[in-house]
């Protein structure tokens, strides 16, 4: 089992960006898909982007393309999502979590089975 640790999260204005970081131990994430999600308040997890096992497949949602960006590096056991022009709905609680399936390209959560903590994003308006 691979066990996530994410960071980055905090308060920022909206219109500011935060970068996300997600560092793995146990296990090296060349072979995962890696993915972030997020949960708002009392609400189920919402699918924000993947990444392949090599960086070379990436998917977004429609409410963050454009915006943010997954990137790995596997050198570093590490996964990033870098977020600009945060608006208030981006609040929520960001976590990673990797997918056995190397090239794992759809939005479901179920598709992975480590999961990290979470870093609160709060965006003000």
């Known amino acids: 089992q691979v066990q996530l640790v994410e960071s980055g999260g905090g308060l920022v204005q909206a219109g500011g960006s935060l970068r996300l970081s997600c560092a793995a131990s146990?296990?090296?994430?060349?072979?995962?898909?890696m993915g972030w999600f997020r949960q708002y308040s009392g609400q189920q997890r919402e699918f924000v982007a993947t990444?392949?096992?090599?960086?070379?497949?990436?998917n977004y949602a429609d409410s963050v393309k454009g915006r943010f960006t997954i990137s790995r590096d596997n050198a570093k056991n590490t996964v990033y999502l870098q977020m600009k022009s945060l608006n208030p709905e981006d609040t929520a609680v960001y976590s990673c979590?990797?997918?056995?399936?190397?090239?794992?390209?759809?939005?479901?959560?179920?598709?992975?089975?480590?999961w990290g903590q979470g870093t609160q994003v709060t965006v003000s308006s």
């Open positions: 979590a990797a997918s056995q399936y190397p090239n794992y390209n759809g939005t479901a959560s179920a598709a992975f089975t480590s």
């Open positions: 146990g296990r090296t994430l060349s072979t995962y898909t």
């Open positions: 990444i392949n096992w090599s960086g070379g497949r990436t």
